[in-house]
C-alpha cells in the first residue's frame, strides 16, 4: 500500500530534550515536506526536500533540522525543543514528474507536546 | 507572494441541507486549487483541484468547486451533506508550473447536525 508513515505518532516531552520524528514514504516521491499545524493557523511549511541532500527551508523553520540521506527518508530534528513547538506535524511527500506531480500525499501526524 | 483566505473557521449546517465553504486567494501568476479534507485524527487528503481547462470540478463523493478568476475565488459546494461529511476541510493554492510551493489556508470546519 502506497503510504506516508511518521513515528510515533504521540510523543511527550520536556523542554530541552532532543527527539526526532521519522517519516518513511514507498512511492518513490522526489519531494517531501514537513508541515505544522496549529489551530487558526493552517498548516505552515516547516522544511521542504527536492530530493537526496536538497532541503531547503519554509515558513517557519526556527528550531528544526531535517535531513535527506536517503530517498524514502525525511527526519524532522528538534534539537532543544520549547513549549512552542507543542503543535501537531504533518510530514507529506509528493512526484516532481508524472501526472500525480500536484498532488501531496500526508502522513497520518505526530502530535507533539512539549512541557 | 500567495495568500489564501478562508473566512469561516466553522460551519454548521443540518444533514442533507446545502453547504459552500468559501476560499479566496491572492496571486499575481497563474495559480492551482486544491481542496483538502482531514477527518477527525487523520492526516490530509485531497477531495479535489482545478489545474486548467473546465473552472467547474468534481470529487468523486459529491463535491464540487469552481475556480472564479475574476473574483479569485475556490468556493467549495455540496447540495446535501451528509453526518460522514463532518470534517476539517483546507483550501490550497500553487504557482501552475515547475516547482510549486504550496500555500494552504486557515481551515474551515463542517459540522453537519443530525
Known amino acids: 500500500e502506497a503510504q506516508v508513515t511518521q513515528n510515533p505518532r504521540y510523543l511527550i516531552t520536556v523542554t530541552g530534550k532532543k527527539l526526532t520524528v521519522t517519516c518513511s514514504q514507498n512511492?518513490?516521491?522526489?519531494?517531501m515536506s514537513w508541515y505544522r499545524q496549529d489551530p487558526g493557523l493552517g498548516l505552515r511549511q516547516i522544511y521542504y526536500?527536492?530530493?537526496?541532500?536538497?532541503?531547503d527551508k519554509g515558513d517557519v523553520p526556527e528550531g528544526y533540522k531535517v535531513s535527506r540521506k536517503e530517498k524514502r527518508n525525511f527526519p524532522l530534528i528538534l534539537e532543544s525543543p520549547s513549549p512552542n513547538q507543542t503543535s501537531l506535524y504533518f510530514c507529506?511527500?509528493?512526484?516532481?514528474?508524472?501526472?500525480?506531480?500536484?498532488?501531496?500525499?500526508f502522513g497520518p501526524g505526530t502530535r507533539l507536546t512539549v512541557l | 507572494a500567495q495568500s489564501v483566505t478562508q473566512l469561516d473557521s466553522q460551519v454548521p449546517v443540518f444533514e442533507e441541507a446545502p453547504v459552500e465553504l468559501r476560499c479566496n486567494y491572492s496571486s499575481s501568476v497563474s495559480v492551482y486549487l486544491f481542496w483538502y479534507v482531514q477527518y477527525p485524527n487523520q492526516g490530509l487528503q485531497l477531495l479535489l483541484k482545478y489545474l486548467s481547462g473546465s473552472t467547474l470540478v468534481e470529487s468523486i463523493n459529491g463535491f464540487e468547486a469552481e475556480f472564479n478568476k475574476s473574483q479569485t475565488s475556490f468556493h467549495l459546494r455540496k447540495p446535501s451533506v451528509h453526518i460522514s461529511d463532518t470534517a476539517e476541510y483546507f483550501c490550497?493554492?500553487?504557482?501552475?508550473?515547475?516547482?510549486?510551493?504550496?500555500?494552504f489556508g486557515t481551515g474551515t470546519k463542517l459540522q453537519v447536525i443530525p
Open positions: 490550497a493554492v500553487s504557482y501552475s508550473g515547475g516547482y510549486q510551493k504550496v500555500t
Open positions: 507529506a511527500s509528493r512526484p516532481l514528474a508524472g501526472p500525480s506531480t500536484d498532488t501531496q500525499y
Open positions: 526536500s527536492m530530493n537526496v541532500e536538497v532541503t
Open positions: 512511492m518513490n516521491h522526489e519531494y
